[in-house]
C-alpha cells in the first residue's frame, strides 16, 4: 500500500489551511514590535490563559503526539508517572522563582544569575542551556519531519528545512508576542484533534465492546498499569523516579530553561504568570494521561484489526529486497495467526478466565517482534547508506492514522502533529535568540546600542539558530523512542542549572568562583554517569541539582575571594 495515497485532497487542505493560518496570523499581529520589551517579553501584557495555553504548547512538542501513543502502545500507561513531579515544581516555581523574576524585571533567567554571583556564571549557565535546548530544537523539527516522510515519501532533509522555514517566518517576524498568540491557536487544534481521535478509535471497535470492555483487555495485556512503587533503579518510570526525579527537572525546566520562563515572563503581573502555571499544573498530568490513554486504545484497536510486524514502514520496504525476506515473511505469518487466535478469544467479549491465555499470546508475539528487529538491525548493519530503525514506537500512530480515520480527519490529525512541532520549536528558537543576544552579545557589547538595534539582533540570532536546528534535524537518527532522548537531553544538563539557581536563591555564603568550578565538575560527572549507564536517566536530574550544590559548599572555603566577592562582603 502506498501511504502517500491515504492523503486525499480535503486532507490537504486541512492541513494547509491550518499551517498558513497559523504563520500569516503570528506574522500579522505582532507585525509592529518595536522595541526589546515588546519583542522578547511580549509587551509584558499577557494573560494567566495565554500564559497557561503557552507553556502547554511548548512543553507539547511534536514529540509528545507521536511517541507517546507508541509509548504506551508497547509498555502500557507507566509513563505518565514521569509527570508525577509537575505540580510540585509549579507550585515551588511560583512561590519562588516567580516574584524574584518579575521583581528584578530580567529578560532571561540567567540576568538573575549575574547579580547574585558574576557574569562567567551567568555565561555558564546561558551556554549549558544553549547547548541542550539547540540540540533539543533539532530533534522537534526531525520528529514531524519523519511523520511526512513515511506520508508524502518525501526525503528527511526537504522536510526538515520546510518545517524549520515556517516556524522561522513568524518567530523572527514577531517574537515573543507571536509565539504566544498563536501557541492558543494551535492548543485548540491539538485538543481538539485528540479528541476526535479518541472517539474514532472507539467507534470502530467491534460492538460488543465496551469502553470497560476494551480497558479489561488492555489491563489483560498489562497495559492498564499506572503506578509502580518499586525502587529498582533499572526500571525507568516508577512513582519514586516521577515525583523526586520528576520535580527535580520539571523545576529545571519551567523554572531555569528560557524556552518556558520566557513564557510566564510576559506575563501582565506575578499574578497572571502564577495563574498561568497553576493552570499548566492542573492540566498537564491528565492532559498525558489521557494520550497515553489513545495509545492503549490503539492497542485495543490492533487486537480486532490486522497490525504489521513492524510499524516501520521504511523497515518493512527494505527487508523484502535482501536475503532475509523469507525468514521475515516466516515471522509475519506466525504473527498473523497470533493475532487470528486473539480475534478468536475475544470474539465474544472478554473473560476474566482468558487473562493467562491472552497473556501468553502477546508473550509470544512480543518474542516474534523482538527476533523481526533483530533481522531489521542486521539489515541495518550491512546497509552503510542509510539507517534503518528497527524500534517503530514513532510509527504506531501515524500508522492508525494514515490507515484507519476518513478524509478530511487525517489531515487534522497531521496538522494536530505540526501543530505541535511549530509551538515547541517556535518557543526554543524565541528563547535560545534571546539568551544569545540578552546574556552573551548585550553582555559583552561595550558601547550602547539602540533597542532597535537588539531586536534586530535578536531576530538574525532567531534565525541562525533556526538554522542550526534544522542542520541537527538533518542529522539526526532516531533513538529508542524521541520523547525520551528528548528527555535523556535535558537530564544531562538540567540538575546542573537548577543548582546554581538553588544555590543563588538559598545558600548566600556560596559566591561565583565556587558555583562556577562546581558547575564545570558536575557537569563532566553527570556526563559519565550517563554514558556509563549507572543510573536511569530521571535520576540526573537529582544527582546533577544535589553535586553542584555540594561541591560548591566545600569549595567555597578553600577558594581565595575575587575582588567581586570582596565588595559583595
Known sequence: MEVASKLHAIDWVVLSATL???????????RKNANVTDYIKGGNDTKWWTIGLSVMATQASAITFLSTPGQAFHSGMGFVQFYFGLPIAMVI????????????????????????????????????????RGLAA?????????????????????????????????????????????????????????LIAFFMIMSQLPENITFTNALEIAGASNKMEVLDFSFDLSNRYTVWTGILGGTFLMLSYFGTDQSQVQRYLSGKSVRESQLGLIFN???????????????????????????????NPTANNEIVKTKYAQEYKELEAQHIELENTKKAIFADGFQANEKTMVQQINKADLALKAKSKAIIDKIDEENTLDKIESNDKDYVFIHFILNNLPRGLIGLLLAVI????????????????????????????????????????SK????????????????????????????IIGSIFYGNVLGIFLLAFFIKFVKGNAVFMAALITQAIIIAVYFLDWLPY??????????????????????PKSKLELKQT
Open 281 to 311: 499544573g492542573l492540566l498537564k498530568v491528565p492532559m498525558q494521561f489521557f494520550i497515553l490513554l489513545i495509545g492503549v486504545m490503539v492497542f485495543v484497536f490492533y487486537q480486532f484489526n490486522p497490525s504489521p510486524l513492524n510499524f
Open 20 to 30: 498558513i493560518f497559523i504563520v500569516a496570523y503570528g506574522t500579522y499581529v505582532t
Open 93 to 132: 516555581i511560583c512561590v519562588v522563582f516567580i516574584p524574584i523574576y518579575h521583581k528584578l524585571k530580567v529578560y532571561t533567567a540567567y540576568e538573575f544569575l549575574e547579580g547574585r554571583f558574576d557574569l562567567k556564571t551567568r555565561s555558564l549557565a546561558a551556554i549549558l542551556f544553549l547547548i541542550q
Open 418 to 457: 505540526l501543530s505541535a512541532a511549530m509551538s515547541s520549536t517556535a518557543s526554543e528558537l524565541n528563547a535560545l535568540a534571546s539568551t544569545t543576544a540578552m546574556d552573551l552579545y548585550k553582555r559583552n557589547v561595550k558601547e550602547e546600542k539602540s533597542d532597535e538595534h537588539y531586536v534586530k539582533a
Open 538 to 559: 530521571l535520576w540526573l536530574n537529582l544527582l546533577g541539582c544535589f553535586l553542584v550544590m555540594m561541591i560548591a559548599i566545600v569549595l567555597q572555603p578553600l577558594i
Open 138 to 194: 533539532g530533534i522537534t523539527i526531525f520528529a514531524p519531519a519523519i511523520i511526512l516522510s513515511a506520508v508524502l515519501g518525501w526525503d528527511l532533509l526537504t522536510l526538515n528545512v520546510i518545517i524549520g522555514f515556517l516556524v522561522i517566518i513568524y518567530t523572527v517576524s514577531g517574537g515573543t508576542k507571536a509565539v504566544n498568540v498563536t501557541q492558543k491557536q494551535q492548543m485548540i487544534i491539538i485538543f481538539i484533534g485528540m
Open 460 to 487: 538574525w540570532f532567531t534565525l541562525l539558530w533556526g538554522l542550526m536546528a534544522i542542520s541537527v534535524a538533518c542529522v539526526a537518527n532516531l533513538f529508542e523512542n524521541l520523547i525520551q532522548v528528548v528527555n
